[in-house]
Every structure is written in structure tokens, then in C-alpha cells.
């Protein structure tokens, strides 16, 4: 029903930037809660940033506060996560989620079964 397809992936420089494009493919876009997790070599996916369906609310875990920002622009399908003073061990592959439900909340956007649709991944590296 939704396709999500990443892009600005790419290797850069401890403390460089990137931005990351999430375009969604379908219908009623603005309906759905958005995500970017990432997941590295031997590591479980992990939750790096949310935004709700008007984009007026966002979460970061902690280990990205302060650095990323994630955005939305529901008129253009696309979701963003900019990426500022990056580091070695942000270096992950990076997959935007879309969930349909209707909470917005910590408890929920944590739970990787709650999103109904996943992107291909796209991969970050941040060398040293």
C-alpha cells in the first residue's frame, strides 16, 4: 500500500553532516507517524528519531539529541533526518518506518512491530 525508498546515505568525516530523504510512495501520507531506526554490524535496530502526522511533535533518543533533527513535509511525501557532528559510532544502516496508528508516545513508536511499512535502508558510515 505505501512504498518508502531512502537516499542521502554516503561516507563523511567525524563531525560532518548529512541529510537523509525518506519519500513515501502512496496514499494518505500525512496519516502516518514517521520514524528513522538504524541498526548496526551485530547490533539490534534502534529507534533514532519519530515525528507525528503534522510534524508538531518529534522524539530522539538520547544518543542523537541535539544532533539530528528530523522533519516532515507532508504537501512533497518526504520525511528528512539531518545529521550534524557525526560520529563513528553513529555509523549504521538507516531505514525509515511508517505507522498508522493513532498514538503518538514513547511506548509505542519503541515498538518496532508497531510500523506498517519499512524502507530498503540506506547506509551511513562516519569514519574516524
Known amino acids: 500500500q505505501v512504498q518508502l525508498v531512502e537516499s542521502g546515505g554516503g561516507l563523511v568525516q567525524a563531525g560532518g553532516s548529512l541529510r537523509l530523504s525518506c519519500a513515501a510512495f502512496?496514499?494518505?501520507?500525512?496519516?502516518?507517524?514517521m520514524a528513522w531506526f538504524r541498526q548496526a554490524p551485530g547490533k539490534e535496530r534502534e529507534l533514532v528519531a519519530a515525528i507525528n502526522r503534522g510534524g508538531s511533535n518529534t522524539y530522539y533518543s538520547d544518543s542523537v539529541k541535539g544532533r539530528f533533527t528530523i522533519s516532515r513535509d507532508n504537501a512533497k511525501n518526504m520525511v528528512y533526518l539531518q545529521m550534524n557532528s557525526l560520529k563513528p559510532e553513529d555509523t549504521a544502516v538507516y531505514y525509515c518506518?511508517?505507522?498508522?496508528?493513532?498514538?503518538?508516545?514513547?511506548?509505542?513508536?519503541?515498538?518496532?512491530?508497531?510500523?506498517?511499512?519499512w524502507g530498503q535502508g540506506t547506509q551511513v558510515t562516519v569514519s574516524s
Open positions: 518506518a511508517a505507522d498508522a496508528g493513532h498514538y503518538f508516545s514513547d511506548y509505542r513508536i519503541y515498538d518496532m512491530k508497531s510500523y506498517d511499512y
Open positions: 502512496g496514499r494518505f501520507f500525512s496519516n502516518y507517524i
